[in-house]
């Protein structure tokens, strides 16, 4: 504001969001019902989502809630560990939530779209495609030839892994990979329409493999993840 900045566009989560269903996926305006995740990081997010959007920061804001962003370059990594997690063991115990993703090609135009044309005080969902966990795990099996075996972990089990998770949290005082958010939101079905952000931004998603396949292969060229042995797109028949 002080440097004169008139347009600000701010990157928020989904989990400032909703979970809907499969039939009737959450979207903008859905009330806000993700209590089994909530944690510090979503908090602070909805906080700043309403300092953009009312103005107060002296100058129009936008928000985007992306989905889980899928490609390569991504460093730590982030979002796209779990892809890395799931292909470097014969065996994923998965329970049966999911989420959206989205490619980062498509974030990054939602992004500059949002900036130019954006209505102000107004949140874009940008996802993709809905994606289950075990869906993914066998998604990246067809990549990676791991894992080789993919096993539910039943719902009931929700709260005793979330409690092991808290307890977890607390002996090593980390919020992190054993958070108890962490392990409830393996369990949530993150269903949420991306429309809104696909017709004002004219927004196209590609199919989920070929985001998987681009980010496992720049993981392997790029040194993190020597080990994996991926096959081509066109020996997968796509």
Excluded at 148 to 172: G, N, S, Y
Excluded at 195 to 212: C, K, M, Q, Y
Aim: glycine share 8%; charged share 25%; hydrophobic share 40%.
């Amino acid at each position: 504001a002080a440097a004169g900045v008139e347009r600000f566009v701010y990157t928020s989560t989904l989990h400032t969001v909703a979970a809907g269903s499969i039939d009737r996926p959450a979207d903008e305006e859905t009330p806000w019902n993700l209590h089994t995740v909530d944690s510090p990081y979503s908090r602070t997010k909805r906080d700043a989502e309403r300092i953009v959007m009312d103005g107060s920061a002296g100058m129009t804001g936008v928000v985007i809630c992306p989905g889980m962003v899928l490609w390569p370059r991504d460093l730590k990594p982030t979002s796209t560990r779990v892809l890395l997690l799931m292909a470097q063991n014969r065996l994923a115990v998965l329970p049966g939530g999911g989420i959206p993703i989205v490619d980062s090609e498509v974030i990054a135009l939602a992004h500059q779209r949002a900036l130019e044309s954006g209505e102000p005080g107004t949140r874009y969902a940008v996802v993709g495609p809905y994606l289950a966990y075990r869906e993914m795990a066998r998604l990246v099996a067809r990549i990676a030839g791991r894992p080789q075996l993919i096993t539910p972990c039943p719902d009931a089990l929700e709260r005793p892994v979330v409690a092991a998770a808290r307890l977890a949290e607390r002996l090593m005082r980390s919020d992190g990979d054993l958070s108890a958010a962490g392990a409830a939101g393996s369990f949530l079905r993150l269903h949420v329409s991306g429309r809104r952000a696909d017709e004002a931004f004219g927004l196209v998603h590609p199919p989920p493999i070929h985001s998987i396949h681009a980010t496992l292969d720049d993981a392997k060229r790029s040194g993190r993840a020597p080990w994996l042995r991926l096959r081509d797109l066109d020996a997968i028949g796509l």
